[in-house]
């Protein structure tokens, strides 16, 4: 099952049916898509809208890491680190070891012999945590490093930054791609998911007691019809506010928006063979390694303004710079930066906390009236058991018994054969005739899902170059996107679907017409269209750019709003 433009239409024809559905999930992030596979895998009629494009808010804008969450530890949230570890394990074992893998972190030390005891038994905590529930992952245990290791490891520590470290493991993700292959997966088992369309109100029962689901808006035309559940779950993040004044009533969630950004450098910039870890008065900075790039955050600031766009402003990058460059022997500068972007973490606001940076994310499942169940909270990690929590919530009075939660054992579409493709690549590579890196680079992408790129390639060879501006994307994954992975948009397809909009130094701009054209026969876009979507996405990248230089998130957020968003 694909997410084709024909999947798309029938999904929107038995959505407009009036059949009603078990279980229907509002957003289409790592949440809503895992709690769709949840409730589908259970034998549920499942549906899945989301308002703007599968991941488009904070699960394609995160730090991209699957981890226990050291600081949590501090917070003695020992709960909350062990089932993380426990979700840690099974991504990189069984659900998606192609979209997530093991990554080292150096924590540099410079204090006196206190710190490293500190430290040291922190780590070493947080990774009894681990073996002792066999939940490794084949991570290798954490090793202290005196000062020369430390420094052989990363040449561009500053010598005097440190006077030793200890190196632990964790993992990161693909974070925007694993959502599609959830969302993808999903689909698979039988569930109607479809993006683009946005839940506008609640549906009532005749007595007004329940949500028996809700009235929606194809945005791409308008159109507003019902979609009948006997469950409405939302997964909405930051927007649970939102979902909530729907009702017409207070509910029970308060949602604080924590804006984060990260800086994307090209890899030649730091000498190292490790991230790096720092704690800063504010937030802890993470040094990340990302392909031939390295992500550089985060921020950990309040947001009030537009939820949809978080802006970054230049005072957050002078602060990103300023706070890493205290550890370089080579400071970077904006010269240096590739990408920028910035993301909103839903907080679940407390009234014994005043800080964001003081608050755990553990989520919350509320059921503010009957038929209408809330997630929120939370982070990336434990997506999955969010998900299960939220399904098992909503369908808790069921007449018929609901099957438990099976999602701890299904691979996601990628996944299924990967150990043995994975060791594989020459035989790719031979067989579409292009050379072997790009064939290993298809497969940390795509996972198993890389035979149908090659079966394009096939079809046609010219789809095995390099997209012009494209770092080092095929033209294939473009005309992929757009055939199966429910790209609407150029946005789309620049954005998440691949990692271009970041990773490029020009954000994009030279590759935008070469996708465009490979994209418009798929999409049926004529000339005009083509146009419409250049002229949207080259102003997108312009409004970010100059928010970058705005001093303040107001005048940063203005400056991004001036960007059209895609909406047809």
Known sequence: MTL?????????????????????????????????????????????????????????????????????????????????????????????????????????????????????SGIALY????????????????????????????????????TGAIQYHDAQVDDSRFVLELARTAAMHGAHVVNRVAAVSMLRSEDGERVVGVRARDQRTGEEFDIRARRVIAAAGVWTDEIQSMLGEGGPLKVRASKGIHLVVPRDRISSETGVILRTARSVLFIIPWDEHWIIGTTDTDWNLDKAHPAATSADIDYLLETVNSVLVTPLTRDDIDGVYAGLRPLISGDEADETTKLSREHVVATPVPGLTLIAGGKYTTYRIMAKDAVDEAVQDFEAEVAASSTDK??????????????????????????????????????????????????????????????????????????????????????????????????????????????????????????????????RVEAEMSSQTMPDDESAAEARRLAPDATL
């Open 410 to 539: 299904i691979p996601l579409a990628g996944a299924i054969g990967w150990e043995w493709l994975s060791e594989r690549p020459q035989i790719l590579a031979r067989s579409a005739g292009i050379d072997q890196e790009h064939v290993e680079t298809l497969l940390e992408r795509y996972g198993t899902l890389t035979k149908e790129l090659i079966a394009l390639i096939n079809a046609q060879p010219e789809l095995g170059e390099l997209l012009p501006g494209g770092e080092t994307h095929l033209k294939a994954e473009i005309v992929y996107a757009a055939a199966t992975e429910g790209a609407v948009h150029l946005t789309d397809i620049l954005t998440r679907r691949t990692r271009i909009s970041i990773e490029a130094r020009d954000r994009g701009i030279i590759a935008a017409p070469h996708a465009a054209a490979l994209a418009a026969p798929i999409l049926g876009w004529d000339d005009a269209r083509v146009a419409q979507e250049l002229d949207i996405y080259h102003r």
């Open 4 to 120: 084709s433009p024909a999947a798309r239409t029938s999904t929107l024809q038995r959505l407009r049916s009036g059949e009603e559905l078990d279980v229907l999930v509002v957003g289409g992030g790592v949440v809503g898509c895992g709690t769709a596979l949840d409730a589908v895998t259970r034998g549920l009629s499942t549906g899945l809208i989301e308002a703007r494009d599968y991941a488009s808010g904070t699960s394609s804008r995160s730090s991209k890491l699957i981890h226990g969450g050291l600081r949590y530890l501090e917070m003695l949230d020992f709960g909350l680190v062990h089932e993380a570890l426990q979700e840690r394990r099974l991504l990189l074992t069984t659900i998606a070891p192609h979209l997530v893998r093991p990554v080292p972190f150096m924590y540099p030390l410079s204090k006196p012999a206190w710190e490293r005891f500190y430290v040291g």
């Open 127 to 162: 990774d009894g945590l681990a073996f002792g529930v066999r939940q490794t992952a084949g991570l290798p245990r954490h090793r202290h490093l005196g000062k020369k290791a430390a420094l052989r490891l990363m040449p561009s520590l500053r010598p005097d930054a440190l």
